[in-house]
Each structure stands twice: as structure tokens, then as C-alpha cells.
């Protein structure tokens, strides 16, 4: 709820609702936004403070949801985390139940393998991907229902339960059915590879990202130094400035 009510108060920011640690400051600060908006956007060059407030009120509503949701991501437990879980319980369990006769074949002893290591790597990890984004869901809805959660926790079991109960068939006609063994071969593992392909692509993003903001971070400092020339700060003034620069905002 708490992360819910950021996104929106960060979707309707302005600056003239914040509070400042020293009220006097006030028109200190907005002077200075504005400065700052005028060196960065050219077409703001000519703007008044009114109108350099409100550029820069765009700038938070528009970034920083992003740079929140980013940084906080759509769930606390990243693959590796719910990988981890998934080993120590279903891998472990899988290991523990594994136990095959003389008569067993050697297809039916892989699909079980396949098959559990799917589970494993790519189905329970998804589930438990799913149920976090549930829970966050309904933590964040005002009035609760509970018709639309008996229906989402359907929405999200069922397929699991069904995907579960066909691949278990499967596993089990491997040992008279060469087609049955193969498809859950080529089931499992291809779920496999597409978890981690997904997951790859998901950090090389990220990595992205990452590097974009950075740029963005150093940028930001040279437009400090421009900013810091253009109004004429130096020596004793930029000191002051930086006493200013004590007065912040917080929401």
C-alpha cells in the first residue's frame, strides 16, 4: 500500500504542495528550479518561473514513477530467490520420491527427471512469481473483494494444476508410449531454456537501464556546472548556495 500511494503521489506531484524545512527558503528554491529547468531545456529559456515550476512538475511525474518502479521492481523475490525456494523444496522432495524397479526404462526415468526439474526451474518459480504479484494486488485494493479473489486465485491455480496433472500423464505413459516420453522431454526442457532466456533478457535490460541512468546521473552533474556558472555562483556565493541547498523538499 505504502509503495501504491508513492507511485500516485509521485503521478501528481507539485512542487508548491511540498513541504520545506525552512519556509523562508521557499522562493529561494523555486528561483533555483527554475534557473535549473532554463539551463537544461533550451525551449524553457525565456520561461517564467510559473512556467519552469510546471516543466519541472512534468519531468517528476513522468520519471520518477519509472525511476521507482525500477528500483523497487514489480515484486520483492527476484528468479534466483524463488529458484532457491523451489530447490530446496521441490528439488529435494523430487529427490527424495525418486525411486524406480528393475522393469523401470530409461525414458520413463528421464521424463521423470525432465519433468521435475521443469517444475523446478521454470513452473514453481512462475507460481510463486504470480502469487507475489496477487498478494501485492490485494494488499493495494481499497475495498476487498472477495468474489475477485476467489476468481484470481482460480485464474492463477488452475492452469498450474492442469499444465501439473497433464505432464504427470505424461510421465507416466513414458514408459509404454515413446511419443508421450518425447513431448514431455521437449516440454520440460524447452520451458527450461525459455525461463532462462527470458531471465537473461530480463537482466540485459536492466543492465540497460542501469547504464542509461548513470548517464543520466553524469550528465546531471555537468548540468550542475553549467548551472552553477550561468547564475554566478562562485567562491563565497556557491558556499551560500550550498547552505541554501539545506532547505530540500520531502513528500
Not at 535490460?205 to 556546472?225: D, F
Request: overall charge negative; charged content about 20%.
Amino acid at each position: 500500500r505504502e509503495k501504491a500511494r508513492t507511485v500516485v503521489q509521485l503521478k501528481e506531484f507539485d512542487v508548491r504542495n511540498c513541504m520545506c524545512a525552512v519556509e523562508a527558503d521557499r522562493q529561494v528554491i523555486y528561483a533555483k528550479i527554475a534557473d535549473l529547468m532554463r539551463v537544461v531545456h533550451h525551449n524553457l529559456r525565456n520561461a517564467t518561473q510559473e512556467e519552469a515550476l510546471e516543466a519541472f512538475n512534468e519531468q517528476i511525474r513522468l520519471r520518477m514513477p519509472l525511476a521507482f518502479g525500477y528500483i523497487f521492481g514489480m515484486t520483492t523475490l527476484h528468479y534466483q530467490h524463488l529458484l532457491f525456494i523451489s530447490v530446496n523444496v521441490v528439488g529435494t522432495r523430487a529427490a527424495d520420491y525418486a525411486y524406480f524397479d528393475s522393469s523401470a526404462h530409461t525414458e520413463e526415468i528421464l521424463c521423470y527427471w525432465a519433468h521435475e526439474a521443469a517444475w523446478t526451474f521454470t513452473f514453481w518459480p512462475a507460481l510463486g512469481f504470480f502469487a507475489e504479484v496477487f498478494a501485492s494486488s490485494c494488499l493495494s485494493i481499497r475495498r476487498f473483494n472477495l468474489l475477485w479473489v476467489l476468481f484470481s486465485l482460480c485464474a492463477i491455480g488452475c492452469p498450474f494444476a492442469l499444465l501439473h496433472s497433464w505432464m504427470q500423464g505424461l510421465v507416466e505413459r513414458s514408459g509404454t508410449d515413446k511419443g508421450a516420453a518425447r513431448l514431455s522431454i521437449v516440454v520440460s526442457c524447452s520451458s527450461i531454456l525459455s525461463t532462462w532466456l527470458l531471465v537473461a533478457l530480463y537482466r540485459c535490460v536492466r543492465s540497460q537501464a542501469a547504464h542509461h541512468l548513470e548517464s543520466r546521473k553524469q550528465n546531471g552533474a555537468g548540468c550542475h556546472t553549467v548551472l552553477t556558472e550561468t547564475i554566478g555562483l562562485s567562491g563565497e556565493k556557491s558556499t551560500e548556495a550550498d547552505d541554501d541547498s539545506q532547505s530540500v523538499f520531502s513528500l
